[in-house]
């Protein structure tokens, strides 16, 4: 299956498994996509392209199970977080993207990506409303970075930033879809999904 195949096919599995999110096709079209490019002065990578000619959802955020050094996790039942216990290895984390909620245009997209211009990199969303997921625009590998830690002053100093504090999240942006839409458990140290 290709990668636009494969990353409509994702979500559209991910709304029949969850039929209380409404899923939308986008309205974003391609010249859409290419006057952001031109007024980002970037290239998006096919795989995001993908992702904004496919759905909006309906909700704010999606959720992952991660394994890794967690000491919190979203309780879906409750809509708040709590604290992992002991016995508990698989954290439930959440992922918010500016595409799926509220609005079906790239505008969102473009305001907040406006802090990153310069910097090489291409803001996603937020990971666990702590850290920014970004996608490094010449390797296409998706990083997270402590929002505390990044100065938004555009240009050098947040590129500064993000060098320092980023941490690897997923290899390519269709890793992330496959922990976030497709609910497969990704091991968040070792940057591989848990294969049972």
């Given at each position: 299956?290709?990668?636009?195949?494969?990353?409509?096919?994702?979500?559209?599995?991910?709304?029949?498994?969850?039929?209380?999110?409404?899923?939308?096709?986008?309205?974003?079209l391609d010249q859409d996509i290419v006057d952001l490019?031109?007024?980002?002065?970037i290239i998006i990578p096919n795989a995001v392209k993908?992702?904004?000619?496919?759905?909006?959802?309906?909700?704010?955020?999606?959720?992952?199970?991660?394994?890794?050094?967690?000491?919190?996790?979203?309780?879906?039942?409750?809509?708040?977080?709590?604290?992992?216990?002991?016995?508990?290895?698989?954290?439930?984390?959440?992922?918010?993207?500016?595409?799926?909620?509220?609005?079906?245009?790239?505008?969102?997209?473009?305001?907040?990506?406006?802090?990153?211009?310069?910097?090489?990199?291409?803001?996603?969303?937020?990971?666990?409303?702590?850290?920014?997921?970004?996608?490094?625009?010449?390797?296409?590998?998706?990083?997270?970075?402590?929002?505390?830690?990044?100065?938004?002053?555009?240009?050098?100093?947040?590129?500064?930033?993000?060098?320092?504090?980023?941490?690897?999240?997923?290899?390519?942006?269709?890793?992330?879809?496959?922990?976030?839409?497709?609910?497969?458990?990704?091991?968040?140290?070792?940057?591989?999904?848990?294969?049972?």
């Amino acid at each position: 299956m290709d990668r636009k195949n494969y990353i409509q096919a994702t979500i559209e599995k991910f709304g029949i498994e969850h039929p209380e999110v409404e899923l939308r096709r986008t309205i974003i079209l391609d010249q859409d996509i290419v006057d952001l490019e031109s007024r980002l002065n970037i290239i998006i990578p096919n795989a995001v392209k993908d992702y904004f000619r496919s759905y909006t959802l309906s909700v704010p955020f999606v959720t992952g199970k991660m394994l890794g050094d967690f000491s919190m996790t979203y309780c879906e039942e409750t809509g708040r977080w709590r604290e992992l216990e002991i016995e508990e290895e698989i954290a439930t984390t959440i992922l918010q993207l500016p595409l799926m909620f509220p609005n079906k245009d790239l505008s969102e997209f473009e305001r907040t990506n406006t802090i990153f211009h310069g910097t090489g990199f291409l803001y996603l969303g937020l990971y666990n409303e702590e850290y920014y997921v970004l996608l490094d625009l010449k390797s296409e590998q998706v990083y997270q970075v402590d929002m505390a830690r990044v100065r938004p002053t555009l240009g050098e100093e947040t590129r500064a930033d993000i060098l320092r504090w980023a941490l690897p999240f997923f290899n390519k942006f269709e890793d992330l879809v496959r922990c976030f839409f497709g609910g497969e458990l990704y091991d968040e140290d070792e940057l591989t999904f848990d294969i049972e």
